[in-house]
């Protein structure tokens, strides 16, 4: 860079300078990248449900207070196909769910502490107050478009696993 009258033009200076902000956008988190949210705000994380050797991935909403636990899916007019919420509990208990101001069908799927499935409500009825009850006591409850389960070949012992971000 060559100096005018003894200084440094200004452009090169603001050019040395902004250069280096695209190339750190491309480099490496190092295992410190910030949780992904979805539109409501939920952290999003990889949910896996394995049936016979198969693996199906869904991008998850993880509904971890009981605030999050208790809006869930309500008023939600569509879910995509690979999409789920997870609600996970800390210790594992009976769980039961309605469908209370829920506009579409869900599969509802109950999941133990060892990662299988105990028990799967199938194309829930949208707007139901009757509550849905787990078979056993659960770790966590896994909610995915209705239809989905079947779509899919997943039943009761199929295995989820997932890991939840850090706070």
């Known amino acids: 860079m ?34 992904v949210t979805s539109e409501a705000g939920l952290k999003v994380i990889p949910v896996t449900v394995t049936q016979n050797g198969k693996a199906h991935v869904f991008s998850t909403e993880v509904a971890g207070t009981p605030e999050e636990q208790e809006q869930g899916l309500m008023y939600r007019k569509a879910l995509a196909p ?37 028990k799967i409500a199938e194309n829930t009825v949208p707007m139901s107050e009757v509550p849905v009850a787990s078979g056993g006591e659960v770790a966590a409850v896994l909610e995915l478009a209705g239809g989905t389960a079947e779509r899919l070949g997943i039943d009761e012992g199929a295995t989820v696993s997932w890991t939840l971000p850090t706070p």
């Open 82 to 118: 690979d999409a789920a919420m997870l609600f996970p509990f800390p210790q594992p208990k009976y769980a039961s769910f309605w469908m209370k101001n829920t506009l579409i069908p869900l599969d509802i799927v109950y999941v133990r502490s060892d990662g299988t499935i105990d």
């Open 2 to 35: 060559k100096a005018i009258n003894g200084r440094t033009p200004f452009c090169w200076v603001l050019a040395l300078a902004i250069l280096p902000l695209p190339l750190a956008a491309c480099g490496s988190t190092g295992g410190n990248a910030e949780a």
